[in-house]
């Protein structure tokens, strides 16, 4: 299920065609041609059994965009917030759980602005 979600979200975006590249990783450097990108980090997991014996399960993932201009980072999270709320419910619930944004210097200026995200769904299969 785990793979399933991390490709549902990682389709979604790419379909988007705003970002040079969405990726599952996070590289050391980018060029700053190669910006904006869009990187989904898979953080943590945590696993409930309710009474049904089915696991519950929470994902913590951050969907973090890297771009050049600090104007651009509205328009890049307005998309990518849009685009989680059409996602389609069925096995997978969403909640955005906070958006944070901040600045780096490397040999280029950069921003990074990252969403955090909760996933819940059921796996009868126990695991992940």
């Keep these: ?7 549902t979200i990682q ?8 970002f040079h590249h969405t990726d599952l990783f996070e590289k050391i450097t980018y060029d700053p041609n ?5 990187i989904i980090k898979d953080l943590s997991d945590s696993i409930s059994i309710p009474a049904s014996g ?5 994902s913590n993932l951050e969907i973090l965009i890297i771009h050049t201009d600090a104007l651009e980072s509205i328009d890049l999270s307005n998309a990518v ?3 989680i709320g059409t996602l389609p419910q069925e096995c997978f619930i969403y909640a955005v759980e906070e ?12 921003f990074k602005t990252s969403i955090n995200l909760q996933v ?3 796996n009868l299969s126990w695991e992940l």
Excluded: H, R, T
């Excluded at 190669?34 to 869009?38: A, D, G, K, M, R």
């Design 11 to 18: 389709n979604a975006i790419e379909g988007l065609k705003i």
């Design 81 to 83: 917030l849009k685009l």
């Design 34 to 38: 190669e910006l904006p990108v869009c």
């Design 120 to 122: 819940s769904y059921f």
């Design 54 to 58: 089915n696991w519950k399960i929470q």
């Design 99 to 110: 958006i944070n944004k901040e600045s780096q210097y490397l040999d280029f200026s950069f």
């Design 1 to 7: 299920m785990k793979k399933e979600l991390l490709k």
